[in-house]
């Protein structure tokens, strides 16, 4: 229950947030928001012990009962590495906020609301064990990720940036509650566990597939896969501490915490193995390769940041490959697993740091753009420091532990090469040339991004300020970020046992059954030149020598056409989407009556008449019909002649009058078909309509008063005839077609004793059926009180009035 | 008499619909007449036409035509006399604001042809 409250802990200091924002000017507001991470950080440690014993925490907190949906704390191994992550980068984060965003210049209220918001929808997503809570936090995240992307909303970058951003991942967050409501569909559940419990039925399931593709396409889509990446690098428009924290340490995790965490029930179909690896090499290999090419140094740290959770996601692929293989906790494909969980941890820590470092660059130069940029390493010798440290893990070098990881993926992507299920066999290898190619380009970036802002010749003239070093507070949090990537790779054991091994045991359930059963000891030096280590010199050596060649090939990103690029490809979709919608309504929404009707009057005729064909219900009988008299045919005749005269009438009098003519044949008719008060009413009311009819007539404009010869519209009347037909037939069929005799016998029986009247009509609208009556008087007074509104109501004219004088 | 009286409406109901296709407006409103008198004309035909004497009780009389529906046609009467004399002074106000009877210029949106 406590830890379920916890989760909302961060949004609901956020309500205080505005108002200390506006009373409390003198401390910047990041010092009060701070506590809230931290405390939560410190409460998450106290949980460490336990876990990586292999004990579960679990609370629930009720939300719909009825339905099953709840919101539930739930931390094991993986749950508790998150959660750490979430409050632990978000620490220091705001303690860079603090020093990163002006006191009096930025409206730090809503910062912090937003950064606190994204906290409680970050750490929900990764506690919750009920899907329909996961996917609202899971939105929440979107939300407010949209928030700060466009948090400088007067820039039009921003708002770009912010919109790609939010398209993109609701869309995956949509595809995503589809996938679940699935599982539901197969599971009958919406917990987690229970459903992980019962994965060996789910695959069975017709579904299955379905789930399975719906949920990877929301993890695609938050962690910036392939070829969902296009909005992260547009997202770095955002605040440097927000994309620090968000866009590079927590939420485009999420979507490879859904995939660890949906990957014992996923694991067991050998698509899910072939989709996450793949898709995450491809992702790899494309973000490495374009971040060369970029010029601005968050764009670079974007690109990175991209090809860095592909390499996560091939490892959480190969993870789940572990599942078909023979023995596999006994053989490298246990490292797997580890690797991408001990890879997640060591990339949060570096490229928390590195975007830090691009943020205070930017803050000391007033550029990002790596042009202008080069010599700051005697000007600024700190930054320099933990960039170097950051950027040589991220390239995978010694001692950081960017090494480690880089191994044991290495070691993940040979494991693939004995899967059996890519077939043809050479898949596995095609993924590792490709996965070694890309930790080529990684390393090429690494150096790039660190050697050429921080060496070579300064260029004071092109720097918007006079650079110098940063603030002491502002270096804190990459500071300490910077010692833990080093302390990674002198005690990686240590942080595998606490944090990495429960979490292995989280992913992999069908391999270990406690975190001491994850029996991976990881060693900077295996005693010997293992095929991994070979691989590394050969990344150091070639990345070596394309690095110096780099502005002989640098211009090879020209030669493919800015146009066919996948930016390029989703402006031109949400153009085609907008204009397109736009352009098909133009069509049919022409703005005429006319046509309006000619589309009701269709549907209506293509509906009824297709009805009466598919059911074969058209039925035409002669018996029981009444007899015809020689009244009824005069009068019928009488009727017809005067519509015709309706519609043929040149002018528009003789229309009105024939229109009266054809009112008082109606009221003949009632008279010939023994309906006296009918009759009675209806020769009362076309005598007030034809009156009306030739008030309105009188006061025709004079600039149409001519009257204008009718055109005969052969469409007008293909309609009308049709409509006239589907009428005819429809009228027929009914009355050959009656299936059960009238009520009124009990009128007619009971309107002496019971009403006490003797006209059964008149009782009928008065005693029986009273209430129709009532309102029918209602409308009648409505439509009075609307004529005297109409006609006495002249606002426009006094308005026009006052303007004149 | 029935089978009679349906094509009679279904030709009522075509004459309407043309007129509400039309261009003038007042053509429009006299279009929604035809379709009332065509709507009363068939409820009173789908109650059927049988019996001899109007629904007022009398002495001897014992077959009475059907009066549901004619209590049905009368309250349909007032309520689309309503609606029409709505209409018509609604036109009215058009011509008298807007000068025109045309139903391709009383268009809410300049930007559309």
């Not at chain 1, 918007?464 to 300490?480: F, V, Y």
């Not at chain 2, 008198?37 to 009398?58: E, N």
């Amino acid at each position: 229950m406590v830890s379920v409250l916890l989760l909302f802990a961060p949004v609901a200091a956020a309500l205080f947030v505005p108002m200390l924002a506006r009373r409390v000017k003198a401390v910047h507001t990041g010092w009060f928001v701070l506590a809230v991470p931290l405390l939560l950080f410190i409460y998450y440690l106290g949980y460490l012990p336990s876990v990586s014993d292999g004990r579960t925490h679990i609370a629930e907190l009720p939300w719909i009962p009825s339905y099953g949906i709840s919101f539930v704390s739930y931390i094991d191994g993986l749950s508790l590495l998150f959660s750490l992550l979430i409050t632990g980068i978000g620490s220091l984060v705001v303690l860079y906020s603090i020093f990163y965003l002006d006191k009096t210049k930025e409206r730090l209220g809503n910062f912090y609301v937003y950064l606190l918001m994204f906290m409680t929808a970050m750490l929900g997503v990764v506690q919750s064990d009920n899907v329909i809570s996961l996917y609202l936090f899971w939105e929440l995240t979107s939300i407010s990720s949209f928030l700060l992307i466009g948090y400088w909303y007067t820039r039009d970058r921003s708002r770009y940036g912010a919109l790609k951003s939010m398209m993109i991942t609701v869309f995956g967050g949509l595809m995503m509650l589809g996938g679940f409501i699935l599982l539901y569909l197969m599971g009958g559940t919406f917990s987690i566990r229970e459903l992980i419990g019962m994965a060996p039925e789910l695959v069975q399931h017709p579904l299955f597939t379905w789930a399975l593709v719906l949920v990877l396409l929301g993890a695609f889509t938050k962690s910036a896969q392939f070829p969902f990446y296009i909005w992260l690098p547009d997202a770095m428009e955002a605040p440097t501490p927000v994309s620090a924290y968000l866009h590079s340490a927590t939420m485009v995790k999420a979507g490879l915490y859904l995939v660890a965490r949906f990957t014992p029930i996923f694991a067991a179909s050998e698509l899910w193995v072939w989709m996450v690896t793949s898709i995450g090499v491809l992702t790899l290999f494309w973000g490495s390769f374009f971040a060369v090419k970029q010029t601005d140094l968050k764009g670079i740290l974007a690109f990175s940041t991209v090809s860095q959770l592909g390499l996560i996601m091939s490892l959480l692929g190969a993870a789940a490959g572990a599942f078909h293989a023979e023995g596999a906790a006994g053989t490298i494909f246990k490292f797997a697993g580890f690797a991408a969980i001990f890879h997640l941890f060591n990339h949060a820590a570096f490229k928390g740091s590195l975007f830090m470092i691009a943020g205070i660059v930017d803050h000391e130069t007033g550029t990002r753009d790596i042009r202008k940029l080069g010599g700051l390493m005697a000007l600024m010798p700190v930054s320099f420091t933990i960039a170097l440290i950051g950027s040589l893990s991220m390239a995978g070098l010694p001692p950081f532990g960017g090494f480690l990881s880089k191994e044991l993926f290495l070691t993940g992507m040979l494991s693939l090469r004995q899967l059996d299920l890519f077939a043809p066999a050479s898949w596995g290898t095609i993924l590792l040339v490709a996965a070694w190619i890309a930790s080529v380009f990684t390393f090429i970036y690494s150096l790039y991004f660190v050697l050429r802002t921080f060496t070579g010749k300064h260029k004071p003239d092109e720097l918007p300020k006079q650079a110098h070093e940063a603030p002491a507070g502002m270096l804190i949090a990459p500071g300490i970020l910077a010692v833990i990537v080093i302390a990674v790779f002198f005690i990686p054991n240590v942080i595998g046992k606490w944090i990495v091994k429960p979490a292995v045991a989280a992913v992999q359930p069908f391999l270990f059954d406690s975190p001491a059963a994850v029996d991976v000891h990881v060693a900077a030096w295996h005693g010997g030149l293992t095929p991994e280590l070979t691989m590394t010199i050969g990344v150091v050596l070639v990345g070596l020598l394309l690095f110096w060649l780099l502005p002989k090939w640098q211009g090879l990103y020209g030669l493919a056409p800015e146009a066919l690029s996948l930016n390029k490809l989703y402006d031109a979709s949400m153009y085609l989407a907008e204009g397109g919608a736009n352009r098909l309504s133009r069509t049919y929404m022409g703005g005429l009556i006319r046509n309006y009707l000619i589309y009701m009057f269709t549907g209506i005729v293509i509906i009824i008449l297709g009805s009466l064909v598919a059911k074969d219900a058209f039925a035409i009988s002669f018996e029981g019909l009444s007899p015809v008299g020689p009244a009824e045919i005069g009068l019928i005749l009488v009727l017809i002649a005067a519509a015709t005269t309706t519609l043929i009438a040149r002018k528009r009098l003789t229309a009105i009058i024939s229109l009266g003519a054809v009112g008082y044949t109606v009221a003949l008719l009632f008279v010939v078909f023994k309906a006296p008060d009918l009759a009675l009413t209806q020769l009362a009311i076309e005598t007030v309509s034809v009156a009306l009819f030739l008030l309105a007539f009188y006061h025709l404009p004079k600039m149409s008063r001519h009257d204008e010869k009718r055109k005969f519209r052969i469409g007008n009347a293909i309609v009308a005839g049709a409509v006239g037909l589907m009428m005819s037939l429809l009228a027929m069929s009914s009355v050959s077609q009656r299936a059960l005799p009238s009520i009124s016998e009990f009128y007619k029986e009971t309107v002496h004793s019971e009403a006490g009247g003797g006209n059964i009509v008149n009782v009928i609208l008065v005693d029986y059926r009273g209430f129709d009556t009532l309102f029918e008087i209602a409308v009648l007074s409505i439509a009075a009180i609307g004529i005297i509104g109409m006609i006495r109501l002249r606002l426009t004219r006094k308005e026009d009035g006052h303007e004149k004088q | 008499m029935e089978i009679i009286m349906s094509v009679i409406i279904g030709f009522l109901f075509a004459g309407a619909v043309y007129l509400m296709l039309s261009r003038s407006l007042l053509r429009v409103i006299i279009g929604t007449g035809l379709l009332s008198h065509g709507a009363h004309l068939l409820i009173l035909t789908m109650g059927g036409f049988g019996g001899d004497a109007p629904p007022v009780l009398t002495d001897g009389v014992t077959d009475f035509v059907d009066p549901l529906p004619q209590a049905l046609i009368l309250t349909a009467i007032v309520i689309s006399f309503g609606v029409t004399a709505f209409f018509l002074v609604m036109a009215y106000r058009a011509y008298q604001e807007l000068e025109t009877d045309n139903m391709k210029l009383l268009k809410g949106n300049d930007e559309y042809d």
